[in-house]
């Protein structure tokens, strides 16, 4: 029999845990990522190969990754190491919550950087500096940021230290509410901002842009990097997912609540590629311009919008809230751990984890200026050096091998009367297609793209 509570507290309902999840998934993955991702790999095929990966091996991986982590009750380290000494199996398998940690970190470390870009445009969209803006001045703007490494760090600062403050409270008080009134409000500027979309007589070109495949533009990079972004974008392969898991009673439906965060944020998504890629062609811009995408078209609308003052500035907000709820799960994990076996406090604890993924953004920070280089991946070149390098090494590899690793603990590893009893979807067609998901195909899926990627087939 498993534990019942996490001695770090636990989710008040079963709503409280699809809020957090969800606010955990729905990011700056969706919104700052998946446009210029979908962008630089030629749009539709990409988004194709994104939505199976979201759906036949995200869906089942986090699944795996809830099951997991609310067996075990702890953070991941150790609920990988009590899991698997339950089990009778191999010690090491602790060393996929030690990969998730390392992860965690380098995400961190980058994601609390471009949160950083986010907060710095609240504050330009609330001095008027969106209003006339075209494909140039908007693109020069963001330059202008991007290249002055002090103010970037002011900002990075800043986010990570409301990070680490929410952390060290317990993830659990204001988030709930916190979620339950900025999703919906996020959800509807960008239905706004499609309804701009609508307006600039590109709509047809950037809705097909987006979802008609054009399979010739899809290489062994771009499904590799599909893969990446399904597993980026829902926060799996990493251990916030199993943490927030492990707060969750044993009454609520695991299947259920995956397929709610997956399908909302799968929309967000979705949503933020119909705002962006008309304004792209709209305005002769380069959909494959890159991390700067997002930045370089939404404050175009804005300028021109009525309201755009207002609504600029509240979609960014939304958007740091959006990318603040994210990054908290990505601190939470390893905090949790100082917790556990370091016998530290919350708040001490918090701030460790926050000083040190601080420490590392600086990385980051210079790939935009000083110390950016540029390198080829799969063809497609890559011009922000180490930054670059942390998303490729975090997005496409670490998560999928962890998800991977997950995936077959759950469905190999762990006793199926102990899954059945997880999942309680009694033993039929339902509790079948999830085993067959987790031991088969979630497990081939990634090895075959991670060969594909490799040039072996
Ligand atoms: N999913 C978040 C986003 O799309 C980012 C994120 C939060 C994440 N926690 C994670 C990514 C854990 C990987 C693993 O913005």
Partial sequence: MSATQSIHGMWSSRLAFILAATGSAVGLGNIWKFPYMAGDNGGGAFVLVYLLCVLLIGIPIMMAEILIGRRGRQSPINTMRSLAADERRHGLWVLLGWGGMVAGFLILSYYS???????????????????????????????ALISDPERLLAWHTIFMVMTTIVVSRGVKSGLEQAVKVMMPALFLLLLALVGYALTTGEFQRGLEFLLVPDF??????????????????????????????????????????SLLIAGLDTLVSLLAGLAIFPIVFANGMEPGAGPGLVFMTLPIAFGQMPGGLLFGTLFFILLV???????????????????????????????????????????????????????????????????????ILTANIMLPLGGLAMAVFASWFIGRSSTVDELQLGEGLLYRAWRFAARYLAPLGVLLIFMSGLGVI
């Fill in 113 to 143: 950087v471009i949160a950083g870009w986010t907060l710095a445009y609240v504050f330009r969209a609330l001095g008027g500096g969106f209003m006339g803006l075209d494909g140039e001045s908007a693109g020069a703007l963001f330059n």
């Fill in 216 to 257: 010739s533009a899809l290489t062994r990079g771009s499904v590799i990097q599909a893969m990446g972004q399904a597993f980026f974008t829902l926060s799996l392969g990493m251990g916030a997912i199993m943490m927030y898991g492990s707060y969750l009673p044993r009454s609520a439906s695991i299947l259920n609540s």
């Fill in 321 to 391: 809230f959006a990318a603040w709820t994210s990054a908290i799960s990505l601190v939470e994990p390893a905090a949790a751990w100082l917790v556990e076996n370091r016998g530290m406090n919350r708040v001490r604890a918090a701030a460790v984890v926050g000083t040190l993924a601080w420490l590392l953004g600086i990385v980051t920070i210079m790939s935009f200026s000083d110390w950016a280089f540029s390198f080829d991946f799969h063809g497609e070149t890559k011009s922000n050096g180490l930054f670059d390098i942390f998303d």
